[in-house]
């Protein structure tokens, strides 16, 4: 074990990389993903590593926190929480990072915390030399799960050439962009994007989807694009055709209303976000399944306090995904690793990254799975000429702020978002 462990510097680098056009309840994809990439360096030489949202305003609290955590002993997760307190203050970003819930004070601290705290966790790795699962109970699992995650698109961004997934606006699209994910990931499960079409157009989808890929679980996920009415409508057509319905209608009422009367659990990643949450959505039996999502839930070590909860009342874990690179890949296979309640395959956007990352040597898919890396930390290195091109990527673009609405009426300016669409 080394000696002097605290924290001298933190450093903060925007990133962006291509997005392809994936169309979704609030529009469609920018052609930049935003990300920002945490080092956190110990007087020791060791370096810590955290991947996190991109948006400026993120950033700005990113900034304000970083120069206070000099000193931190990376061990001491109650001190980083408290220095992140103090430094926040009552600072509230409002900005949503797309579809993943209403922000509030305490879910932006949260999220503010996740991206100091794993590389903290990824330090401590490094001291004593064991992997990140280790420091989070124990792996129960060799290889983590994920699913296929399918999005209706658009073969490119207006003015560019068609990126290499193609276009996907129908049935059929659908299963031929699945049936390619699936060939080159070995995916055992698939979930599609919904609330782009009318909801029979989306049931046709997932019924190809059951006629070409018998034995896969299947997940179909509007985004709240619909009304209770329509939610329950769609649920009984899909009776036997999907594993869960994440997210049909807004607000915990609106989940319990339809899971009363819906023949599959529903699952969320947009009602359920933080704590004071849990107890409306638990005791009405809103959610059958979370979708945990260490980025803005605290970090790996709150994920895994708030997986023992939902399985004390039975409900299932999956983890949600918004557009990332290889370090949170990472983390997310060390969480899964550590949680046993983790009862489905987690989402991830990796086949969307066509190739790009940050670390030297991303994590490997094999049949749909990524094996959790037995080196100390985290198990990802940087990639400093990577993160070079990637930081020169974001003084480029000349996005700052991930706006789906926006870009979509900037393509078709009578773009009407509506919430519930149908």
């Given at each position: 074990?080394?000696?002097?462990?605290?924290?001298?510097?933190?450093?903060?680098?925007?990133?962006?990389?291509?997005?392809?056009?994936?169309?979704?309840?609030?529009?469609?994809?920018?052609?930049?993903?935003?990300?920002?990439?945490?080092?956190?360096?110990?007087?020791?030489?060791?370096?810590?590593?955290?991947?996190?949202?991109?948006?400026?305003?993120?950033?700005?609290?990113?900034?304000?926190?970083?120069?206070?955590?000099?000193?931190?002993?990376?061990?001491?997760?109650?001190?980083?929480?408290?220095?992140?307190?103090?430094?926040?203050?009552?600072?509230?970003?409002?900005?949503?990072?797309?579809?993943?819930?209403?922000?509030?004070?305490?879910?932006?601290?949260?999220?503010?915390?996740?991206?100091?705290?794993?590389?903290?966790?990824?330090?401590?790795?490094?001291?004593?030399?064991?992997?990140?699962?280790?420091?989070?109970?124990?792996?129960?699992?060799?290889?983590?799960?994920?699913?296929?995650?399918?999005?209706?698109?658009?073969?490119?961004?207006?003015?560019?050439?068609?990126?290499?997934?193609?276009?996907?606006?129908?049935?059929?699209?659908?299963?031929?962009?699945?049936?390619?994910?699936?060939?080159?990931?070995?995916?055992?499960?698939?979930?599609?994007?919904?609330?782009?079409?009318?909801?029979?157009?989306?049931?046709?989808?997932?019924?190809?989807?059951?006629?070409?890929?018998?034995?896969?679980?299947?997940?179909?996920?509007?985004?709240?694009?619909?009304?209770?009415?329509?939610?329950?409508?769609?649920?009984?057509?899909?009776?036997?055709?999907?594993?869960?319905?994440?997210?049909?209608?807004?607000?915990?009422?609106?989940?319990?209303?339809?899971?009363?009367?819906?023949?599959?659990?529903?699952?969320?990643?947009?009602?359920?976000?933080?704590?004071?949450?849990?107890?409306?959505?638990?005791?009405?039996?809103?959610?059958?399944?979370?979708?945990?999502?260490?980025?803005?839930?605290?970090?790996?070590?709150?994920?895994?306090?708030?997986?023992?909860?939902?399985?004390?009342?039975?409900?299932?874990?999956?983890?949600?995904?918004?557009?990332?690179?290889?370090?949170?890949?990472?983390?997310?296979?060390?969480?899964?690793?550590?949680?046993?309640?983790?009862?489905?395959?987690?989402?991830?956007?990796?086949?969307?990254?066509?190739?790009?990352?940050?670390?030297?040597?991303?994590?490997?898919?094999?049949?749909?799975?990524?094996?959790?890396?037995?080196?100390?930390?985290?198990?990802?290195t940087l990639d400093?000429?990577?993160?070079?091109?990637?930081?020169?990527?974001?003084?480029?673009?000349?996005?700052?702020?991930?706006?789906?609405?926006?870009?979509?009426?900037?393509?078709?300016?009578?773009?009407?978002?509506?919430?519930?669409?149908w």
């Amino acid at each position: 074990m080394t000696g002097d462990l605290r924290v001298t510097d933190v450093e903060v680098t925007p990133i962006a990389f291509p997005d392809p056009p994936l169309l979704n309840a609030a529009g469609v994809h920018q052609p930049w993903a935003l990300r920002a990439i945490v080092q956190v360096r110990s007087r020791d030489g060791l370096v810590g590593l955290g991947e996190t949202y991109g948006d400026a305003a993120h950033l700005a609290l990113l900034d304000r926190v970083a120069p206070a955590l000099t000193g931190l002993d990376p061990f001491n997760l109650s001190d980083l929480r408290s220095r992140i307190a103090a430094a926040l203050g009552s600072a509230d970003a409002a900005d949503r990072h797309g579809l993943i819930g209403a922000s509030s004070r305490s879910k932006t601290r949260q999220r503010v915390l996740a991206s100091f705290e794993v590389a903290c966790l990824d330090l401590q790795g490094q001291v004593v030399g064991r992997p990140v699962c280790d420091l989070l109970g124990g792996k129960v699992r060799d290889r983590v799960p994920f699913s296929a995650y399918l999005f209706y698109k658009w073969a490119a961004h207006p003015g560019a050439e068609p990126d290499e997934w193609g276009e996907a606006l129908d049935p059929a699209g659908i299963v031929a962009q699945a049936r390619a994910m699936i060939d080159q990931y070995g995916f055992g499960s698939i979930k599609l994007k919904g609330g782009v079409f009318h909801p029979d157009e989306e049931i046709a989808a997932i019924r190809a989807l059951r006629d070409a890929f018998p034995d896969h679980p299947l997940r179909l996920d509007p985004n709240a694009a619909w009304t209770v009415q329509t939610s329950i409508e769609v649920s009984a057509e899909t009776d036997g055709l999907l594993e869960y319905l994440e997210d049909p209608t807004a607000t915990i009422p609106g989940m319990a209303e339809v899971a009363a009367q819906a023949p599959m659990p529903l699952a969320t990643n947009m009602c359920v976000v933080e704590l004071d949450h849990i107890p409306e959505a638990f005791t009405t039996a809103a959610i059958g399944v979370l979708l945990a999502d260490h980025h803005y839930w605290g970090g790996l070590m709150q994920s895994t306090h708030v997986a023992t909860i939902c399985e004390t009342w039975g409900v299932g874990v999956s983890m949600h995904s918004n557009s990332h690179l290889g370090i949170s890949l990472a983390a997310m296979t060390h969480l899964g690793a550590a949680m046993p309640a983790l009862t489905y395959a987690a989402d991830t956007h990796t086949p969307w990254q066509l190739g790009v990352d940050v670390v030297e040597h991303p994590l490997a898919f094999a049949d749909g799975a990524v094996t959790v890396p037995g080196s100390p930390g985290l198990g990802v290195t940087l990639d400093h000429d990577a993160l070079s091109r990637l930081h020169e990527n974001y003084l480029k673009a000349g996005i700052t702020t991930r706006d789906d609405t926006g870009y979509m009426r900037s393509i078709d300016p009578a773009y009407d978002r509506r919430r519930p669409r149908w």
